[in-house]
């Protein structure tokens, strides 16, 4: 009954791929996120989105887009993977307007 | 630009001594506070919001909006309390974005 989920847990690629990670969450929530946390465990927001709006954190590249196919689910699509996209990845939800947001377990990006 | 200052990379403290996580911020608006626990192999949850006054397994926070800092506390650590923690203002109508600090490390030595 896990709440929010990600696939793959671990991605190790080739720079010039491009790769997606999946996020599914089933918590009937609304709203989806995708933070990224680096090296040194600093977690950065960058995108939120629900049925009606994306907000893109404006220092994300423009290689990085999310892909809802419905509400329970956020993807998160890579293009041309560059070396300093090594981090983990997380996705989290929440509803509209509420302020807790849950997380998923993360998912680390490894691009040699 | 909004941002979040936890001064402290990494804290050790001894089991039963008080623990204090500082927290500055510097937001626009008005934020509400949010402190964040990553526990080790555990996923990010809330740990506790200021809106709610709560006190969340002894952890309290107190806002300081003179100072603009949420300093999380606890009077007696616990080796459980081993984590790291993030602090997290954030506003929001529809999509709630939340800036996280860099976090913290408590270690709590038994």
């Known amino acids: 009954d896990t709440a929010v989920s990600q696939t793959p847990k671990y991605l190790v690629t080739q720079m010039g791929n491009d790769k997606s990670i999946k996020c599914e969450q089933n918590l009937g929530h609304d709203t989806m996120y995708w933070y990224k946390q680096d090296s040194k465990k600093f977690l950065k927001i960058m995108f939120s989105?629900?049925?009606?709006?994306?907000?893109i954190n404006e220092t994300v590249p423009n290689r990085f887009s999310p892909k809802s196919p419905d509400k329970a689910h956020l993807n998160l699509h890579i293009n041309s993977l560059e070396l300093g996209d090594s981090a983990v990845y997380f996705c989290?939800?929440?509803?509209?307007?509420?302020?807790?947001?849950?997380f998923g377990p993360g998912t680390r990006l490894t691009v040699l | 630009a909004q941002r979040v200052t936890q001064p402290e990379k990494l804290l050790s403290v001894f089991k039963g001594a008080p623990v204090e996580l500082k927290c500055n911020y510097s937001?626009?608006?008005?934020?509400?506070l949010f402190w964040y626990v990553q526990y080790s192999r555990q996923r990010l949850q809330l740990l506790l919001r200021?809106?709610s006054r709560e006190s969340i397994k002894g952890f309290t926070a107190d806002l300081n909006k003179g100072e603009t800092s949420f300093h999380l506390k606890k009077p007696f650590a616990q080796e459980e309390d081993s984590a790291m923690y993030y602090c997290a203002p954030g506003q929001g109508a529809g999509s709630y974005q939340l800036t996280f600090g860099k976090g913290t490390k408590l270690s709590v030595i038994p």
């Open positions: 200021h809106i």
């Open positions: 989105y629900n049925n009606k709006e994306l907000i």
């Open positions: 989290a939800s929440s509803n509209r307007g509420e302020d807790t947001q849950y």
């Open positions: 937001y626009s608006g008005s934020p509400e």
